[in-house]
């Protein structure tokens, strides 16, 4: 069994590794629903992209699920905290996520341009919509959150749900949504083939764009925001207890763990060269390729936001000794540890039958396959 302290930093890893699996696998089905109305032109045009992704887009949402099963269960004030503050804006992901599974199923059940023609613009909004609220999220995370805890434990947010609208966290929406696009588009782009693949490679080169821009900006944005450092000693073995230690805000603390490991800088340079290595890729044909760029990229992004906050999960902007970190936010010794072994034995059945799936899923969807098929493809 591993000791206390290791088991805080394997869960760090593992929920960020659950991150990225989600923002790659379920993203793609996402930036696919988000490319729909724009790069299918007719009726036909428009199955064939949506059954790129149909056949297993609800498998995908594995990762979502166990995402926030393990946050639960790894970091429950973390998701206490967060699920309480950010209420409203879970419930427009909920919502937003309601238009996926009915607009795949109904979808084409009804020969009616009107009929069809609106839940394409449902599954627009399902694909579009929780990329960039969770973009939104992370960007307050980096700003602070204003909550704080009582003698209990019990969390108390005082924000509302406008003050997350703010221009940094927006920001970081537009590169959430602009890097689920991307991932949409070149798996989309591998998927397909004649002038919807054209039509989507030039929206995935138009995404990648606005994401390398937007992903730059906030990093020069993040330089001068204000960070937050702990400034007392940390004991990483000891039982957890947001409200044990001492925190500072200072202008450039974010950077700080990239002035103490340079070699951290790779992992903004693999998202800004990755997503660009996509678009090259793309564009010469080689779509496969791009779409483990864009994955590459996508990972890249999410680390970046992981390596300047640790410890950090959770800052509190209002109580800064309530902050959340991976010391005194986490489940008991004996949890994580049980965690850890099921992950290790279930891990990789997923992964093996995951692989299976789209193996057995491989190849192109056609015009001439929708008209072949066209009672039993959706």
Do not use: C
């Amino acid at each position: 069994m591993f000791d206390y302290e290791t088991l805080k930093l394997i869960w760090w890893l593992l929920v960020g590794v659950l991150l990225v699996g989600f923002a790659v696998m379920d993203g793609h089905d996402m930036g696919v629903g988000t490319l729909l109305p724009f790069v299918g032109k007719g009726d036909v045009e428009r199955r064939v992209v949506i059954n790129t992704v149909g056949p297993h887009w609800d498998g995908n949402q594995v990762w979502f699920i166990t995402g926030g099963g393990a946050i639960f269960a790894a970091w429950p004030l973390v998701y206490a905290t967060a699920f309480s503050g950010f209420y409203w804006a879970m419930l427009a992901v909920l919502w937003a996520l309601f238009f996926r599974p009915v607009g795949f199923d109904y979808r084409s059940k009804i020969h009616n341009a009107t009929w069809r023609s609106t839940w394409d613009w449902g599954l627009f909004i399902g694909g579009f919509v929780p990329p960039v609220i969770f973009g939104v999220a992370f960007g307050n995370l980096l700003q602070g959150v204003p909550f704080g805890f009582d003698q209990y434990l019990v969390s108390t947010y005082t924000g509302s749900f406008w003050q997350l609208l703010n221009p940094f966290a927006l920001l970081a929406g537009v590169v959430s949504s602009a890097m689920i696009t991307l991932q949409g588009a070149t798996y989309l782009a591998h998927r397909t083939e004649g002038v919807v693949q054209a039509r989507t490679i030039k929206a995935g080169t138009g995404a990648a764009l606005i994401m390398v821009a937007g992903f730059i900006a906030a990093g020069v944005w993040l330089q001068g925001m204000d960070g937050y450092r702990i400034s007392s000693v940390v004991i990483p073995s000891a039982l957890p207890d947001p409200m044990t230690k001492t925190v500072v805000r200072e202008a450039g603390a974010w950077m700080a763990n990239y002035a103490a490991m340079p070699a951290l800088w790779l992992l903004p340079a693999l998202g800004v060269v990755g997503a660009l290595l996509a678009v090259v890729l793309m564009r010469s044909g080689h779509t496969l390729s791009a779409f483990v760029a864009s994955s590459l990229a996508t990972t890249g992004v999410i680390a970046t936001a992981g390596a300047s906050m640790f410890p950090f999960i959770m800052p509190s902007s209002t109580h800064l000794a309530a902050s959340l970190t991976v010391w005194d936010s986490v489940s008991s010794h004996l949890t994580l540890g049980i965690m850890f072994w099921a992950t290790v034995l279930f891990m990789p059945f997923i992964v093996v039958y995951t692989g299976w799936a789209y193996r057995v899923m491989r190849g192109k969807v056609t015009a001439a396959y929708i008209r072949e098929n066209e009672h039993g493809a959706y």
